[in-house]
């Protein structure tokens, strides 16, 4: 069995595969404003995440991404694993700052992602509502772009691109923008995703940079043997999948079954409960019945 994660390199930094997803953490469930208002509850305060920064930093998971730059209690969260943790946790910020073409508008930009190296980001990936303003289909780039990615460049940080549109990824690699990696959204339900999975699944195979995947449960729409199962096997060994937890004991149960695809076996995990469970589930043979 792998002791820790196995790692890729992305713009000259080491990564885990693995990384931490925080909207299962941060409020964001996907399912509905009680699901949300009961994540923000219970991790209201930063020491409340540690249970789960820590049981992925016992596994090598020590990379975190998050719009880090633009929610206050993520980034003292990772300040407060860090410090208990006693080493760095790579940080993945992804803001959302104002693309407009004015004066204004670019200085609300560079001071967005000033701060974003100020709070200790190692990359700045460009959150897809604001990339996606920019995308042009008709001319296939994203005029202004590199503006940005220069920006990014200036400030020391990793630059990149959260993509939900997978034209994001074709373009940044067709017209050669300044970029390390991509965010895209892939899982087997099709989730989210604007085209069919296998078309996703074909532009991650062709991107020139490692990806990023992202939902790969779909937000709770499958269960995490399906959809870790499914992304592992799907992307390439350069390639990463984010995962969301809600509780320490949920990160073990997605690194196991993590763990488990890359190696090709059955993940070591006890079957799911049922008030009336059926003997062949989560039972082994006990010799009964046998000839």
């Known amino acids: ?29 996907h399912t509905g404003a009680a699901a949300d208002a009961a994540i923000r509850e219970k991790f209201a305060n930063p020491p409340d995440f540690w249970p789960v920064f820590e049981t992925f930093l016992s596994a090598g998971v020590d990379a975190v991404m998050a ?31 104002c693309v407009d073409d004015t004066p204004e508008g670019r200085r609300e930009a560079r ?3 000033r701060h974003s190296r100020e709070i200790g980001s190692d990359f700045c990936l460009i959150h897809h509502t604001s990339v996606e303003q920019l995308v042009n289909k008709n001319l296939r ?47 087997c339900m099709g989730f989210l995703m604007q085209v069919e999975v296998e078309n996703v699944a074909r532009v991650i195979h062709e ?12 937000a709770g729409r499958c269960t995490p043997y399906v959809g870790l199962t499914f992304a592992w096997n799907a992307i390439r060994e350069c390639d990463m999948v984010t995962v969301g937890t809600n509780s320490a004991r949920e990160a073990a149960e997605d690194i196991e ?27 082994k043979d006990p010799g009964h019945g046998t000839n």
């Open 207 to 218: 991107a020139r940079h490692p990806v990023m995947t992202i939902k790969p449960m779909a």
């Open 141 to 187: 780039s994203i005029p202004r772009l590199p503006d940005y990615l220069a920006m990014i460049r200036d400030e020391g940080l990793i630059p990149g691109l959260s993509a939900h549109m997978p034209e994001v990824v074709q373009y940044a690699d067709w017209n050669e923008y300044d970029v390390e990696t991509y965010i895209q959204i892939f899982n």
């Open 1 to 29: 069995m792998l002791s820790t994660f196995p790692r890729t390199e992305v713009g000259g930094l080491s990564l885990p595969r693995m990384l931490i997803g925080t909207n299962w953490l941060l409020g964001w469930s």
């Open 111 to 113: 001071a967005a992602v």
């Open 257 to 283: 079954i993590s763990v488990a695809a890359l190696e090709h076996r059955f993940p070591d995990l006890e079957a799911r409960s049922s008030p009336f469970r059926q003997a062949v589930l989560g039972h």
């Open 67 to 97: 719009p880090l730059s633009t929610t206050p209690i993520a980034a003292a969260a990772v300040d407060w694993a860090e410090q208990k943790a006693g080493r760095k946790i790579i940080r993945i910020d992804t803001p959302a700052f």
